[in-house]
């Protein structure tokens, strides 16, 4: 059975950091695509970034580049989201998610969440200006 899990969410001040983890199990790590997304109150849940469990290639949402970097641990099947320079409209609840298994020809990184088939328990990220 397929399982992640996401943690690490807490409160910092604007310009603070934060880093979110996700253990994942009940899959082979390297045949699946790996996300981080977030949900903010009466909005819809956006991408924020994914990582290839092959190879590591990664994707970002065009609000977080050069502040969020996406990271993972395969022996662990652990994925981190490393987030710096917070900002208040980074306030969400953010979940790691899974798509696969992916034939290798067929992969293609998305942030589009309704390509993901797994989802954990979220974890609330709160930026204070």
């Known amino acids: 059975e397929v399982q992640l899990q996401a943690s690490g969410g807490g409160s910092v001040q604007a310009g603070g950091s934060l880093r979110l983890s996700c253990v994942a199990s009940g899959f082979n790590f390297e045949q699946y695509i790996i996300g981080w997304f977030r949900q903010a109150p009466g909005k819809e849940r956006e991408g924020v970034s994914c990582m290839d469990g092959y190879d590591g290639r990664t994707v970002y949402a065009d609000s977080v580049k050069g502040r969020f970097t996406i990271s993972s641990d395969s022996a662990k099947k652990m994925v981190y989201l490393q987030m710096i320079s917070l900002k208040p409209e980074d306030t969400a609840v953010y979940y790691c998610?899974?798509?696969?298994?992916?034939?290798?020809?067929?992969?293609?990184?998305?942030?589009?969440?309704?390509?993901?088939?797994?989802w954990g328990q979220g974890t609330l990220v709160t930026v204070s200006s």
């Open positions: 998610a899974a798509d696969g298994p992916v034939p290798r020809l067929m992969v293609q990184l998305s942030t589009t969440p309704d390509e993901y088939d797994y």
